[in-house]
């Protein structure tokens, strides 16, 4: 099974040992991974960067705010944000988005924030990932709004009205481990209506690990349980699915990988 994770995190708070993951990574199928750097707190944007410089052939990082931290970033941030995101290893802006779940920083600061990093991505030709969370028709009104067509919905956990209007404005859906769990009925009929062609696979390492190891440790390697998880859905072959899926990721990103 050939298969790209399309959004992890790898901190070190949470995998002190990089080269440990990767090799069971490898080990599971995976061919690449792209590992999202994220501002941790005020001029401090993470270690995705440094990991991704110390594994090339197999991470490719890209950088954003998260929406709960919008309202933490400074203008210092912001230009810390546009001068890494502007570097060519750097495959992508975000992620960025709406969180109105947890609503960690004010609405209409995470929305500001939103559209900051949709103007970054478009001025410089790269595609956006998006966290979204209780807020799909405001999220979809800013993409449509700031004219930005091309990027992904990473973690998408939507219903199919939700998958049809970010596939109508050019979007990915990438789908996480939530897929495997109980009681996702409308997101599995998203994943079942969506076209194979725009589907990605991820696994939001170390968050929303997939049945069997759900409640536990996320980590690149158990994306194949999604993979399997979305063939059956689409009643296609895994091996099929995932290399699809992948093949879509690189399009997508620009990934420079190849099997």
Not at 48 to 58: D, I, Q, S, T, W
Not at 96 to 119: E, I, K, M, N, W
Not at 211 to 216: D, I, L
Request: aromatic share 6%; hydrophobic share 45%.
């Amino acid at each position: 099974m050939i298969l790209i994770d399309s959004h992890c995190h790898l901190e070190g708070k949470d995998f002190p040992v990089p080269a440990d993951v990767i090799a069971r990574a490898r080990a599971a199928g995976l061919v690449h991974a792209v590992v999202v750097g994220l501002m941790q707190k005020s001029g401090d944007f993470g270690n995705a960067l440094e990991v991704a410089a110390a594994n090339p052939g197999f991470l490719t990082p890209t950088i954003g705010i998260h929406p709960h931290d919008a309202a933490a970033a400074t203008e210092d941030d912001w230009a810390t944000l546009a001068r890494l995101a502007a570097q060519p290893q750097v495959c992508a802006v975000g992620e960025t988005g709406l969180d109105f779940y947890y609503d960690h920083s004010p609405r209409d600061v995470q929305a500001l924030g939103f559209r900051r990093q949709c103007a970054l991505a478009k001025q410089l030709g790269k595609p956006l990932v998006v966290h979204v969370r209780d807020a799909h028709a405001e999220c979809a009104e800013i993409l449509k709004s700031e004219g930005v067509t091309r990027g992904m919905i990473h973690c998408f956990t939507g219903d199919t009205a939700a998958a049809r209007s970010y596939l109508d404005l050019g979007f990915h859906l990438s789908i996480s481990g939530v897929v495997t769990y109980k009681k996702t009925e409308p997101l599995q009929a998203a994943v079942a209506f969506a076209p194979v062609d725009r589907l990605m696979l991820e696994t939001d390492s170390p968050y929303l690990a997939p049945v069997p190891y759900r409640g536990k440790t996320n980590e690149p390697s158990f994306v194949q349980h999604t993979a399997a998880k979305v063939a059956a859905l689409k009643a296609l072959d895994p091996d099929a699915l995932a290399e699809t899926a992948a093949r879509n990721s690189k399009a997508l990103l620009g990934l420079n990988v190849s099997w």
